[in-house]
């Protein structure tokens, strides 16, 4: 490291740790730890490199490969939800419904995405086969009209009467 006298100002010569070039800084810069990069070019793809290296790290580590796995089940929208990034049931994020992998495994095979699992007594954290139906999206759509149409209005309200 050579230092090198401009005028009333002292210049450090350093290495680039990205790209090996020869650059000059400020000694306070050196002495703080600073003046690694010889532009914020090489400075923004230094970070940007060790940004994808991190997030490769990341996701070495997701799903069974972390220390804090628990078997690959979450609660989502108040269903459990199973980690099966490979099944062709998957959402973007690689879960799977468990009533939906449940009907797949009762019938042999994986649910197209037009299927729907309905709960036939409406409790949908009751995932007995008994209490699953498979329909496709339209029927479980009529299904839900013609129940919402069953249910009896609200005494107060058709009466007249205010809450």
Known sequence: METIKIGRKIRVERNCIRCGEYFLSRTYWVKVGGA???SKSCRARSYRASTETKLKQS????GSNHPKWKGGSIKKNGRIALHLPTSSMAMKDGYVYRYRKIMSDHIGRD???DEIVH?????GSDDR????????SSE???????QSKRKPKCAETSAGGTK
């Open 59 to 62: 996701r070495a580590k997701s």
């Open 140 to 146: 479980h759509a009529r299904l839900h009209a013609t």
């Open 111 to 113: 649910l197209k995405h």
């Open 36 to 38: 690694l990069y010889c």
């Open 129 to 136: 086969i008994q209490n699953l139906r498979m329909m496709k």
């Open 119 to 123: 709960h036939v007594n409406g409790d």
